[in-house]
């Protein structure tokens, strides 16, 4: 503490000696009634304190009181910042933008859910040894998930914008993750594991519509195509871990670690949520400023009935663009589903790969789909920042989805004389470039309303998961009565790809759309 006087020409000599914040003496002159300070040091600076020893008048007491005030605040400020800067960056994801937290946690858990989708699919061989399935059997199992993934899809999108996609989606990925861990403990019993594989399917099956509606209410248009890509492209992600894991897991320790260790990864990421879900704040309620959305799971049935009778389904169907949405959905997922259950068979027996060449070798078209989607998105953002119309890009991307595989598939179901890996890498770029979809027809659903984004793609997925029910049993069918790949898996997927381009050129719309029934 140091105590100054003011000498009689009424200047001062001031010496400030502590030495943690000065080394060396300053001199100041300056006029003032007599006074004297008190000067005491801070964390980080020096607080000057004025105490008057002679009376002042009002307008010198209020200016004093206010450098009092002033200084007080910017030291606390100062305090304030240092302690934030103290307290580091941990966890990483602290300062990221909500939007990002959000995007990011929504893409992971599309990546479980890809691998709780295709652990099945490489189980299935020692589980039918074990349980002596025939072919029929093991294929009435696989397909029990799409019996629920069709069923979920309408009631997902309205859950989603009655209790917001965040909710949805953690409830859908709690759901999946308990009933593919109990797959082990069912699988004894037919009825059990196939209601156990239909839960998997609806809790998968709400998730999409559940991500839809979070992007629609958070990601703004020029970000819009990154999000969607970067949220769906983590099925790719799931799909090429599952494939990778599952093999070695099964050898190692038997088919039900597949489904144990799957399980527990989505019970964790529910559990994660939970910690970090007053943080990212996954609900629409947060997301969006609509009056209609609540987040209470209290909510009575009649205001569920009446927001179900709200929902302007006959607008829905007398829009072009909407139907066009609904076949484009059914084209894709026709040869995405048809190629996703067969081609592990066709690079087998036409191909004449080994069965450990086939499964590595599936993995290679969703593994290029993981890049081809970051830059659609990229490509897709890049055009919409730059003034082309919205419409024209999406009509793009959802071209180049549908003709790049239907040309592929041409080629590798024609005789050219090909050597088996040329066709391979033919088939892989095709469906490759198929993962554009994801800048055009799925993102068109938010574009044209936000606010039933959910919904809408709550009806095209319902039409989309009919190619996993009918198609994949018809190309089985045609398979043994034709004995031809290019007749049963090619030619119906080059159909529905060419027609589906046509519909969508035509009629497909990106403009938003009130659909109020008065209109």
Request: with cysteine.
């Given at each position: 503490m140091a105590w100054l006087k003011p000498r009689p020409d009424r200047s001062c000599f001031i010496s400030h000696t502590h030495?943690?914040?000065?080394?060396?003496?300053f001199i100041r002159k300056t006029s003032f009634p007599p006074f004297h300070f008190h000067l005491s040091p801070s964390n980080y600076s020096l607080r000057l304190r004025i105490v008057s020893s002679a009376p002042q008048n009002a307008k010198e007491t209020h200016r004093v009181a206010k450098a009092k005030a002033l200084t007080d605040l910017q030291v606390e400020e100062e305090v304030e910042k240092q302690q934030d800067n103290f307290s580091g960056t941990w966890p990483p994801w602290k300062n990221l933008p909500q939007r990002y937290k959000l995007i990011a946690t929504t893409s992971l858990a599309f990546v479980i859910c890809n691998m709780d989708k295709v652990n099945l699919s490489i189980a299935i061989i020692p589980m039918s040894h074990q349980f002596g399935w025939n072919s029929t059997t093991a294929g009435l199992v696989q397909s029990s998930f799409f019996w629920g993934y069709a069923l979920s899809q309408l009631p997902g999108g309205w859950l989603a914008k009655i209790f917001g996609g965040g909710t949805v989606l953690e409830v859908g990925v709690l759901i999946w993750s308990v009933a593919t861990a109990l797959v082990p403990s069912l699988a004894g019993f037919m009825p059990g594991l196939?209601?156990?594989?239909?839960?998997?399917?609806?809790?998968?099956?709400v998730s999409p519509s559940a991500a839809t509606d979070l992007i629609a209410r958070s990601i703004p248009l020029e970000e819009?195509?990154?999000?969607?890509?970067?949220?769906?492209g983590g099925l790719s992600v799931g799909s090429v871990m599952g494939l990778l894991l599952a093999p070695p897991l099964i050898q190692n320790l038997g088919w039900e670690s597949v489904f144990y260790l799957f399980g527990l990864l989505g019970i964790a990421w529910f559990l994660g949520f939970q910690v970090l879900g007053g943080e990212t704040q996954l609900n629409a309620k947060s997301l969006s400023s609509l009056d209609t959305v609540t987040n209470s799971w209290k909510t009575s049935l009649t205001e569920l009935n009446g927001s179900l009778k709200d929902v302007p389904w006959k607008a829905f169907f007398q829009n072009r663009a909407v139907w066009a949405m609904i076949y484009a959905?059914?084209?894709?997922?026709?040869?995405?589903?048809n190629c996703l259950s067969w081609l592990p068979t066709?690079?087998?027996?036409e191909l004449n790969l080994n069965l450990t060449e086939a499964a590595w070798v599936s993995i290679l078209p969703p593994l290029a789909s993981i890049f081809v989607t970051g830059l659609a998105a990229q490509l897709a953002d890049n055009l919409i920042s730059r003034g082309v119309e919205t419409t024209v890009v999406r009509k793009i991307c959802q071209s180049i989805a549908f003709l790049s595989p239907a040309i592929c598939m041409t080629l590798s179901s024609v005789d050219l004389g090909l050597p088996p890996w040329e066709i391979v890498g033919i088939l892989t770029a095709g469906l490759a470039l198929s993962s554009f979809a994801l800048s055009g027809l799925y993102c068109t659903h938010?574009?044209?309303?936000p606010e039933y984004a959910s919904i809408l793609l709550g009806i095209t997925n319902t039409v989309g998961a009919v190619p996993g029910i009918v198609g994949v049993a018809l190309?089985?069918?045609l398979l043994d009565l034709t004995h031809s790949w290019s007749i049963s898996l090619f030619a119906p997927s080059i159909f529905f790809y060419v027609t589906g381009t046509m519909v969508w050129l035509v009629f497909a719309s990106s403009k938003p759309q009130s659909f109020s029934e008065h209109n």
């Open positions: 030495r943690p914040y000065s080394h060396t003496p196939l209601l156990s594989r239909v839960l998997v399917g609806i809790g998968e099956g819009r195509s990154r999000a969607v890509g970067f949220v769906f959905h059914f084209c894709g997922s026709w040869g995405h589903y066709f690079f087998s027996e938010q574009d044209m309303s190309t089985g069918y």
